[in-house]
């Protein structure tokens, strides 16, 4: 999305914009890390049934299916995520991409975010990563999963949401 199809105006041209905007992209390790896990531990009851001479069971053709089929998907799926979320801040309007499945991105004026919060689970423990939830004060909020700095984020988001209202504050009061 560029500066022509966003709905809020722009006073600064397209290389100042560049310069005073802020990326942040998903974590990998984060994202891969369930398919990972589910690889080991599918991989490690189907190799201990083998080992038992148990290999031709129905638990064993189970841990196969999984395997062969359900963690190719699960990889698809942390890619298409990787290469799709991203919480973008420019100097007027911050944009959010959810991810995969989401089409298209968020633009969020920042006189519109009430609120940013983090949100961790048990791999965004261990991993660093976190959901950053935007919340709006006309919408419903916007959490973008698995970024790989989300207090980084936040700090900057606070930033640039006051940098935008110092001057509307101080015209204001005189």
């Not at 998907?73 to 919480?87: H, I, V």
């Amino acid at each position: 999305m560029n500066s022509a199809d966003s709905d809020t105006s722009h006073v600064l041209a397209d290389d100042e914009e560049a310069s005073q905007q802020s990326v942040w992209q998903a974590s990998a390790f984060a994202l891969f890390l369930p398919a990972l896990v589910v690889t080991a531990g599918y991989g490690a009851l189907l190799a201990a049934l083998v080992l038992a001479d148990r290999g031709n069971g129905p638990l064993a053709r189970v841990c196969m299916i999984v395997v062969v089929i359900g963690v190719p998907l699960l990889l698809a799926y942390a890619g298409l995520r990787l290469s799709t979320t991203r919480l973008t801040l420019h100097a007027a309007y911050l944009e959010a991409h959810p991810g995969f499945p989401a089409r298209d991105p968020v633009t969020i004026p920042y006189a519109a975010v009430s609120r940013a919060t983090v949100r961790r689970g048990l791999s965004g423990w261990i991993t660093g990563a976190g959901s950053l939830v935007i919340e709006r004060d006309n919408g419903l909020p916007v959490t973008v999963s698995g970024l790989s700095s989300p207090d980084a984020a936040v700090v900057e988001l606070a930033a640039f949401r006051n940098a935008v209202h110092a001057p509307a504050a101080s015209a204001t009061a005189v």
